[in-house]
C-alpha cells in the first residue's frame, strides 16, 4: 500500500491563480480530510468527507473548495489564492468507525507559497 | 469546537531526564490523540487514548488520558537526541462511533540535548 499520497510537493502560486491539490489514498478509507499547517501552529481542519459525495466544512473553510466523487480521492482547490493561503497542506484518510481503533494517517504534506 | 492546549510549547531538555508534556482540552472528547512530527515531515501517530483511565507506553513515551479533568499527558523517561521532534495532541469533538474531526493542539517542540 502507499497509503496517503499528495501532489505536488512544493508549489508557488501568485496571488489570484487557482490550483488543485491532489490526494489520494489505497487503504479504502471512507473518512479523508485537508488540514493546513501554519508556523507555531497546530494543524486546522479546512474540509473534510466521510464518504463519496459527502463534504463537509471544518476550521477555516474560507477560500476552499472540494469535492469527493471517489473513495479514493479527495481534492483540495483554491479558488484565487492570497498569500495569506502559503502554508503547509496535509491530506489524512482514516476509517470512520472508531472500534478498529484507528488513527488518521496522514500524508507527506504539499508545501505552498503565494507571493 | 473543541479548544486543545498543550504545554509548554517549547522544551528543552537533557539526555536522561524524564518530563511531562500537558494536553488540556475544553469540551467532553471521547478520544485523544499523540502524532510525531520531525522537521519538514508528516505526521506519525505514536499514541490513540479511548477511555478514562488509559494508559499506553512505547519505549520512553508514555501516554494517558483523565476525562474527567479534561487532561491528557505524555511523559517521558530517560530522554534521548532521538527523541527530539514536536508532538502534538488532538481530540474530537464528535460523539459516538464515528471517528470525526480532529483538533490539534499547537504543538510542543521538544529538543533534547547531550
Known amino acids: 500500500n502507499a497509503g496517503v499520497t499528495q501532489t505536488p510537493k512544493f508549489q508557488v502560486l501568485k496571488t489570484g491563480q487557482s490550483m488543485t491539490l491532489q490526494c489520494a489514498q489505497d487503504?479504502?478509507?471512507?473518512?479523508m480530510s485537508w488540514y493546513r499547517q501554519d508556523p507555531g501552529m497546530g494543524l486546522r481542519l479546512i474540509h473534510y468527507?466521510?464518504?463519496?459525495?459527502?463534504?463537509d466544512q471544518g476550521e477555516v473553510p474560507n477560500g476552499y473548495n472540494v469535492s469527493r466523487s471517489t473513495t479514493e480521492d479527495f481534492p483540495l482547490r483554491l479558488l484565487s489564492a492570497a498569500p495569506s493561503q502559503t502554508s503547509v497542506y496535509f491530506c489524512?484518510?482514516?476509517?470512520?468507525?472508531?472500534?478498529?481503533?484507528?488513527?488518521?494517517?496522514f500524508g507527506p504534506g504539499t508545501r505552498l507559497l503565494v507571493l | 469546537e473543541l479548544k486543545v492546549e498543550q504545554n509548554p510549547l517549547f522544551l528543552s531538555m537533557q539526555e536522561g531526564k524524564n518530563y511531562t508534556i500537558y494536553c488540556n482540552y475544553s469540551t467532553t472528547s471521547d478520544r485523544l490523540y499523540w502524532y510525531r512530527q520531525d522537521p519538514g515531515k508528516s505526521l506519525e501517530s505514536l499514541f490513540v487514548?479511548?477511555?478514562?483511565?488509559a494508559v499506553k507506553q512505547e519505549g520512553r513515551l508514555m501516554a494517558s488520558l483523565d476525562t474527567k479533568a479534561r487532561l491528557s499527558t505524555l511523559h517521558i523517561t530517560a530522554a534521548v537526541h532521538d527523541l527530539s521532534a514536536t508532538y502534538f495532541c488532538a481530540g474530537t469533538a464528535d460523539r459516538g462511533s464515528t471517528l470525526g474531526r480532529l483538533y490539534f493542539g499547537r504543538g510542543t517542540q521538544l529538543t533534547v540535548w547531550p
Open positions: 489524512a484518510s482514516s476509517p470512520t468507525y472508531i472500534w478498529r481503533q484507528e488513527t488518521q494517517y
Open positions: 487503504m479504502n478509507h471512507e473518512y
Open positions: 468527507s466521510v464518504g463519496a459525495g459527502i463534504t
Open positions: 487514548l479511548l477511555s478514562n483511565g
